[in-house]
T-cell receptor, first 110, second 113 residues
């Protein structure tokens, strides 16, 4: 089935650094969502994007919905230890079916 | 304000047994979705239900898997005659409908021995 291409697959950074990850697709999506998943838990919704070109912030997180509707990025500024986890992008397709990227695993060295 | 609830959190079944996974959506949400996640992978859509209706089951295997969301009670994902390949984390999500935001439960980790 269709998947989103998410990159990078993993990141190893120092505490305090900024983080950037992105998601691309060959198909158009009308909604992009970014989730964070901790080990043994379900994904937690971070940011929802509904309009092409939209830039939305949630605290230290900023996400943008690409103009072409085929991509999105997520930035985390001034990373802290609790940012560790796996970040997933998801596009909404058809009757509200989510298509997920493969995830970006973020590791932070204190 | 309870979130999406799933039980059990962990389920162990022997090959050939049945697995029943339950999901109670967030209060006020009438749309339920089931996803499966294998280790080190993203979630894969299985089925989308509204009360008493299956809206989209395009991600559901044709055999052994079924889902329901009755008028009263939780949504149930049922896997008959489980095989080792069914071992995965199964997540339920809910939404109020009409928008893309879906809120996930903590998942059920199914292990088939």
């Amino acid at each position: 089935g269709q998947q989103l291409n998410q990159s990078p697959q993993s990141m190893f950074i120092q505490e305090g650094e900024d983080v950037s990850m992105n998601c691309t697709s060959s198909s158009i999506f009308n909604t992009w969502l970014w989730y964070k998943q901790d080990p043994g838990e379900g994904p937690v919704l971070l940011i929802a994007l509904y309009k092409a070109g939209e830039l939305t912030s949630n605290g230290r997180l900023t996400a943008q919905f690409g103009i072409t509707r085929k991509d999105s990025f997520l930035n985390i500024s001034a990373s802290i230890p609790s940012d560790v986890g796996i970040y997933f992008c998801a596009g909404v397709q058809g009757a509200q079916k989510l298509v997920f990227g493969q995830g970006t695993r973020l590791t932070i060295n204190p | 304000n309870a979130g999406v609830m799933q039980n059990p959190r962990h389920l162990v079944r022997r090959r050939g047994q049945e697995a029943r996974l339950r999901c109670s959506p967030m209060k006020g949400h009438s749309h339920v979705y089931w996803y499966r996640q294998l280790p080190e992978e993203g979630l894969k859509f299985m089925v989308y239900l509204q009360k008493e209706n299956i809206i989209d089951e395009s991600g559901m295997p044709k055999e052994r898997f079924s889902a329901e969301f009755p008028k009263e009670g939780p949504s149930i994902l049922r896997i008959q005659q489980v095989v080792r390949g069914d071992s995965a984390a199964y997540f339920c999500a809910s939404s109020p409908g009409g928008a893309g935001e879906q809120y996930f439960g903590p998942g059920t980790r199914l292990t088939v021995t």
